[in-house]
């Protein structure tokens, strides 16, 4: 009687056909962790950021400073040297050359002057010289923004306008309040001599004393105080 090989090989189709099966449930585990698995796009979507602290140490005094440095003068005169060859010498560039330099200061002669006296029934009269022109005058007269408080045969008294007397002696100067000055110009390189009032290479004079000069240039809106 001959056997049937299925039936012989029963326990080996079955051991393959359960060898089968565990491949493929083993194959499908995988596919569904892989097809589970969550996409990079996926895991960075659900990061979480901490934000930057909003008040940080240090940062007020930071914007601060940047703050200040805008408000500063531009460094384009630091620039040659920021650029320039560090192999070469480094030459310190000559100090800026000032407009104008103080030479001297002196007060001032009076621009009035007693010439002279004539002696008459009526009175005595006298020759007053102011900014060069001769007047003959008498007590009371006005001249020149002066006023004339005695005429008298040695000196002449006058008061001007801002109430201040001089008593001017016959045939001498004297020396006034005010000052005039001796200026150096660099640009021109000329001396003038400068009063109030005067103007020089754009700058008015705005008061000069014994040891400085101060000059205004109204178009540039310049200040300046010229020193001995």
Do not use: C, W
């Amino acid at each position: 009687m001959k056997t049937n090989p299925l039936l012989s090989n029963i326990e080996k189709i079955v051991f393959a056909i359960l060898i089968v099966i565990s491949l493929i449930v083993i194959v499908i585990n995988q596919g569904g962790i892989y097809i589970k698995d969550k996409t990079i796009k996926g895991q960075m979507a659900e990061l979480k950021f901490n934000s930057p602290p909003k008040d940080i140490e240090g940062i007020k005094e930071y914007e601060d400073l940047a703050a200040q440095l805008k408000q500063l003068d531009n460094f384009s005169k630091y620039e040659e040297s920021m650029t320039r060859n560090g192999f070469l010498k480094f030459i310190e560039p000559p100090p800026e050359i000032p407009p104008f330099e103080l030479k001297a200061v002196r007060k001032m002669y009076l621009n009035v002057e007693y010439r002279g006296f004539i002696e008459s029934s009526s009175g005595t009269v006298g020759q007053l010289k102011v900014s060069g022109r001769s007047h003959f005058v008498k007590k009371g007269d006005e001249v020149g923004g002066y006023t004339i408080e005695k005429v008298r045969n040695d000196y002449l008294l006058i008061k001007d306008k801002n109430g201040i007397e001089y008593r001017l002696p016959l045939g001498k100067k004297i020396l006034s309040d005010n000052y005039e000055a001796a200026l150096y110009v660099t640009k021109t390189h000329k001396t003038v001599k400068v009063k109030l009032g005067d103007v020089v290479n754009g700058f008015k004079v705005l008061d000069i004393s014994p040891n400085n000069v101060v000059l205004f240039n109204q178009n540039v809106n310049q200040k300046l105080i010229v020193e001995k």
